[in-house]
């Protein structure tokens, strides 16, 4: 069931790559330049949203680079939103406006960006692999690495 759901996630997570993608591409345009800063911003906004967990850990510790990190991370949550909303919007609805197709754009949007933020904290879990001192693989590992 844990596989499933990371499957699930994942498949989710390309999705919303290519939404972005796709959204930035129809705002910009479709010229060599603009696909490839596309391309780039997607997939850096797609790693910064799934460096949550460890950019939310670094806020932890304050300092000015901890800020920074947690402001880029809510710029890259925003683009990703709204870019995201343009690819679906334009792939899926149309553009045709009404309260059902508007309520349905908003859940996948919502469920897309959250993609990569949950396979930031959710992959451990899914594939099984605990965190902390207590780890028995960790703990074989760092002591055959002795060795």
Request: net charge positive.
């Amino acid at each position: 069931m844990r596989l499933f759901v990371l499957s699930v996630i994942i498949v989710a997570a390309l999705w919303d790559i290519y939404t972005v993608l796709y959204g930035t591409i129809s705002v910009l345009g479709e010229g060599p330049a603009q696909i490839f800063a596309a391309t780039l911003f997607s997939l850096f906004v797609f790693g910064f949203l799934l460096s949550t967990r460890r950019i939310i850990r670094f806020r932890t510790r304050g300092g000015l680079i901890s800020g920074l990190l947690l402001f880029f991370w809510l710029i890259s949550l925003f683009y990703n939103f709204y870019t995201a909303w343009i690819g679906n919007n334009i792939l899926l609805a149309r553009d045709e406006r009404s309260v059902a197709k508007i309520l349905i754009l908003i859940g996948l949007t919502l469920l897309g960006t959250s993609a990569p933020i949950l396979l930031s904290t959710l992959w451990r879990w899914a594939l099984g692999i605990s965190e902390g001192k207590n780890n028995p693989q960790q703990t074989k590992q760092h002591v055959s690495s002795r060795r």
